[in-house]
């Protein structure tokens, strides 16, 4: 299958092919069989995206979200799940999970993409808005659930008062939520263009912020719970990566995923 992305979809090939290729490895930290089948049925030139830092930071945060995940959903087995941006994700199908209700968010092009490669079904729904396009939550049959919003490669996109927006339209249509949410710090927002993997694309990075604390003080509504560094789950992916989360100023300009809780 030929496909035609530019700008911020593109950049959604960047995690499937990382998940595919981790999955394929000896030792693998995630298995992702759908994302080597979806991989073998598009046509595209995927070894623009073969670099190390962008394969481990995928693999890593997608250890965390499913990890944060999967606890969630033990803790909540009927829990609406709701993935904001979500590209080409698949992590319903990595979650074990009984009655949970699953609802995968994108721009309508990536829908329409998404409904070619992978199925809906009774606990699976595809939604073709833009996130700031709150008509999406009237979608989205919640009510007496726990709710998890995952925002993950969404925010830096956006620029602040966007995301600013985003939370108060969240505030007010699931007022008790739990979210993650992936941030990256402000430097390395400003340097689309030196990323391994995005300058190969058309995307420019338009936000960033510090901590998961300040997203506290961002958005109304919605208290920090706690953060995880991308560098915690790369401690023995060899010296370089160990010494670099030793070092204070790389380690705080890396990404991270963000738990927030609105009570």
């Given at each position: 299958?030929?496909?035609?992305?530019?700008?911020?979809?593109?950049?959604?090939?960047?995690?499937?092919?990382?998940?595919?290729?981790?999955?394929?490895?000896?030792?693998?930290?995630?298995?992702?069989?759908?994302?080597?089948?979806?991989?073998?049925?598009?046509?595209?030139?995927?070894?623009?995206?073969?670099?190390?830092?962008?394969?481990?930071?995928?693999?890593?945060?997608?250890?965390?979200?499913?990890?944060?995940?999967?606890?969630?959903?033990?803790?909540?087995?009927?829990?609406?799940?709701?993935?904001?941006?979500?590209?080409?994700?698949?992590?319903?199908?990595?979650?074990?999970?009984?009655?949970?209700?699953?609802?995968?968010?994108?721009?309508?092009?990536?829908?329409?993409?998404?409904?070619?490669?992978?199925?809906?079904?009774?606990?699976?729904?595809?939604?073709?808005?833009?996130?700031?396009?709150?008509?999406?939550?009237?979608?989205?049959?919640?009510?007496?659930?726990?709710?998890?919003?995952?925002?993950e490669?969404?925010?830096?996109?956006?620029?602040?008062?966007?995301?600013?927006?985003?939370?108060?339209?969240?505030?007010?249509?699931?007022?008790?939520?739990?979210?993650?949410?992936?941030?990256?710090?402000?430097?390395?927002?400003?340097?689309?263009?030196?990323?391994?993997?995005?300058?190969?694309?058309d995307?420019?990075?338009?936000?960033?912020?510090?901590?998961?604390?300040?997203?506290?003080?961002?958005?109304?509504?919605p208290?920090?719970?706690r953060?995880?560094?991308?560098?915690?789950?790369?401690?023995?992916?060899?010296?370089?990566?160990?010494?670099?989360?030793?070092?204070?100023?790389i380690?705080?300009?890396?990404?991270?995923?963000?738990?927030?809780?609105?009570?």
């Amino acid at each position: 299958m030929k496909i035609e992305l530019r700008g911020v979809q593109e950049t959604l090939l960047i995690p499937l092919i990382a998940r595919a290729t981790e999955t394929k490895c000896t030792n693998p930290r995630i298995k992702d069989d759908k994302a080597v089948e979806i991989v073998s049925k598009i046509e595209y030139d995927f070894g623009k995206f073969d670099k190390k830092m962008s394969q481990e930071g995928v693999i890593a945060r997608t250890m965390i979200l499913d990890r944060e995940t999967q606890d969630f959903v033990n803790q909540h087995q009927d829990a609406v799940c709701i993935s904001l941006g979500c590209g080409l994700d698949t992590r319903y199908h990595r979650i074990r999970h009984n009655q949970v209700q699953w609802y995968n968010l994108d721009f309508p092009e990536v829908i329409s993409l998404r409904k070619k490669l992978l199925c809906e079904n009774t606990n699976v729904h595809f939604i073709g808005k833009s996130a700031l396009d709150m008509r999406w939550a009237d979608m989205v049959a919640a009510e007496g659930r726990e709710v998890l919003i995952i925002m993950e490669g969404l925010l830096m996109y956006f620029t602040e008062a966007e995301a600013i927006q985003l939370f108060d339209m969240i505030r007010n249509h699931f007022p008790k939520c739990t979210m993650l949410v992936e941030i990256m710090n402000p430097f390395i927002a400003r340097h689309s263009k030196q990323h391994d993997t995005v300058k190969k694309t058309d995307a420019v990075f338009r936000w960033g912020i510090r901590s998961g604390k300040a997203m506290e003080n961002l958005c109304e509504g919605p208290h920090f719970v706690r953060e995880w560094n991308l560098f915690d789950e790369l401690r023995d992916r060899g010296p370089g990566f160990w010494l670099a989360g030793k070092l204070p100023f790389i380690r705080n300009i890396n990404n991270k995923i963000v738990k927030l809780v609105a009570q």
